[in-house]
């Protein structure tokens, strides 16, 4: 069945720290990725999608390419702010379908 | 952007009792609406998938006489907590799919049976 695995967190960096949380994935379809944040204590928000290969998905500054040949959609950011800290989930879903999420990664930013 | 709502934000509520739940699209027609459950740092658990006008689709595991799940209208699905136990105890969270098939998120409900 289909699955997504990311990285072990938490991830702890210094404010403008370069950031990347893997994030791999296996489906029997062509799935459509996402990464979703979640600040605490709140529900979780849509930071960026991507639906077909090699499409790269962007929002605030953090980006994801879709790798089919890899089966990656890693996150990335070139500079990380401490409001950035949060729990990052990566996702996918075939066309209609619930989303599968990995685990979650922590990331804590200090300045 | 989409926007969901919850309702309740936080409920607390006496062991035995049932606890409703309310998950609205807000701006948009949700053909499909979904409901996650979240234990502590961990990851979302899906509860059930609820279509518009018929039966929602339980995951395995998950018991339908104890969560109802009615999905009224195109911007509107209930979840019921029936007979409420100390393990149900958790951070309820919805989400709807618009017509492109992303998902957005309700903030979640936070239940405490006592």
């Known amino acids: 069945g289909n699955s997504v695995t990311q990285m072990e967190g938490p991830v702890t960096l210094s404010e403008e720290a370069f950031l990347t949380i893997n994030c791999t994935y296996t489906?029997?379809?062509?799935?459509?990725l996402f990464w979703y944040v979640q600040y605490p204590g709140e529900g979780l928000q849509l930071l960026l999608k991507a639906t077909k290969a090699d499409d790269k998905g962007s929002n605030k500054g953090f980006e994801a390419t879709y790798r089919k040949e890899t089966t990656s959609f890693h996150l990335e950011k070139g500079s990380v702010q401490v409001s950035d800290s949060a729990v990052y989930f990566c996702?996918?879903?075939?066309?209609?379908?619930?989303?599968?999420f990995g685990k979650g990664t922590t990331l804590s930013v200090s300045s | 952007g989409a926007v969901v709502s919850q309702h309740p934000s936080r409920v607390i509520c006496k062991s035995g009792t049932s606890v409703k739940i309310e998950c609205r699209s807000l701006d948009f027609q949700a053909t499909t609406m979904f409901w996650y459950r979240q234990f502590p740092k961990q990851s979302l658990m899906l509860m059930a998938t609820s279509n518009e006008g018929s039966k929602a689709t339980y995951e395995q595991g998950v018991e339908k006489d104890k969560f109802l799940i009615n999905h009224a209208s195109l911007t509107l699905s209930t979840l019921t907590v029936t007979s409420a136990h100390p393990e149900d105890s958790s951070f309820y969270i919805c989400s709807a799919a618009d017509s492109q098939e992303t998902q957005y998120f309700g903030p979640g409900t936070r239940l405490l049976v006592l």
């Open positions: 489906a029997t379809g062509y799935p459509s």
């Open positions: 996702a996918l879903s075939d066309y209609g379908t619930a989303l599968i």
